[in-house]
């Protein structure tokens, strides 16, 4: 059978950031098996990669996909495995299911998973918003686990990389409002995203049309204001997860906040210019200060030496670079701050934290879904009506 092909779309060995919940490096002591569905997926590589790079404790791992998928194989730590089909029996005696397959993917197979004793981690939209599932960043709402159903939500990526800034604002000086315009890089929209945009560069080189398939537009050269459809309240879906989101993450069910996501030619890393407005006053030393002080949050702040955070230097990392802080001049006050937040995607922006997560269900004893432990299931604070999704239009 035909391996899985290609490095991952940036070069070098990754660089992660310190770990935050420690995973124990003994791979023989109180291993689990671990499933990764998607595993020939972008996000599924990267994941497969991080659970090797962060030595979590892995008894057995199965690599699952689509059944166009099965039999390939791919090449890990000098091991060849084989990929499997992601069927329900499939999670017969696995612990913790990755799932990066799509919301269908896991709407289908993430409850025949925890049916077979799986706990799922899931990167898609499907379960995110629902009230009893916890939506979790690492360094914000770990404790949100502790009542999980059997399925904990990934956030998108793009809320990933500014909720943890934004606790930190919470925390200290209260948040009233956010707005916040993303930048984000064609692997969020996947492989065939990231050839398309090769194509095109050297469609532009060769002097030849360039060829749009899947975006509306090139995206070469261009910036498309449209990911995912649009809603009938004009925002489209993407821009939606950030408002609903961030509200769940944080614990803000009324949060005053608005979106505007951008697709740019940028290969890896989303970068968002975020503007908020704080309750209390805030000086920009202090929201440095306070930024700098959250595990996996690097400020890169030097603007007389060109110092700021950079996609193509976030890429391969795991950290969140914030810079740019400013105060925002059209709020009174000294209550507007103004800044810049760039992130890996494909990994704190998806694989990373769904292995952070991994680590504290493991650390703290949560593996199994609240209902087998006999502790209080999670409920979501009570969401403001705004926070409903609309129906997407045709």
Not at 63 to 69: V, Y
Not at 124 to 149: F, K
Not at 235 to 248: G, I, L, Q
């Amino acid at each position: 059978m035909p391996a899985v092909g290609g490095p991952l779309v940036y070069s070098g060995r990754a660089r992660p950031c310190d770990r935050t919940s420690g995973a124990a490096p003994d791979m023989n002591r109180h291993t689990l098996t671990v499933a990764v569905v998607g595993a020939t997926g972008v996000v599924g590589r990267t994941m497969i990669q991080i659970l090797n790079e962060r030595e979590f404790p892995v008894g057995g791992l199965r690599l699952l996909a689509s059944g166009r998928s099965a039999g390939r194989t791919v090449s890990i730590d000098g091991r060849t495995l084989e990929i499997g089909e992601a069927v329900p029996d499939a999670f017969e005696g696995v612990d913790i299911a990755l799932f990066s397959a799509g919301a269908d993917v896991s709407m289908e197979l993430a409850p025949a998973a925890v049916a077979r004793g799986a706990t799922v981690i899931d990167n898609s939209s499907a379960w995110r918003m629902d009230p009893t599932v916890p939506l979790v960043v690492s360094q914000v709402n770990a404790n949100d686990l502790e009542g999980h159903p059997g399925i904990i939500a990934n956030p998108n990526c793009s809320t990933m990389q500014l909720a943890p800034v934004l606790m930190a604002l919470r925390d200290a000086v209260g948040l009233e409002r956010v707005v916040v315009d993303t930048y984000q890089s064609v692997s969020g929209t996947g492989a065939d995203a990231i050839a398309e945009l090769e194509g095109q560069i050297r469609a532009h080189a060769a002097g030849q049309a360039p060829v749009a398939n899947v975006y509306p537009h090139p995206i070469a050269f261009n910036a498309l204001p449209e990911i995912d459809v649009f809603l009938p309240n004009g925002y489209t879906k993407e821009e939606w997860k950030v408002v609903t989101e961030n509200r769940k993450i944080l614990h803000l069910p009324d949060l005053r906040i608005s979106c505007t996501a951008v697709r740019i030619p940028v290969f890896v890393s989303h970068s968002e210019a975020v503007h908020v407005e704080t309750r209390e006053p805030i000086t920009p030393e202090r929201a440095r200060e306070l930024f700098a002080a959250v595990p996996g949050v690097v400020v890169q702040d030097d603007p007389a030496a060109h110092g700021y955070p950079l996609a193509t230097e976030a890429a391969g990392r795991d950290e969140i670079f914030v810079g740019r802080v400013r105060r925002d001049v059209s709020i009174a006050d000294d209550r507007g701050l103004a800044f810049w937040v760039v992130s890996d995607n494909l990994r704190k922006g998806a694989a990373t934290n769904a292995i952070e997560l991994a680590e504290v269900l493991r650390e703290r004893g949560w593996v199994a879904s609240a209902a087998a432990r006999g502790a209080r299931p999670f409920a979501a604070f009570q969401a403001a009506a705004a926070t409903e999704a609309p129906e997407a239009t045709a």
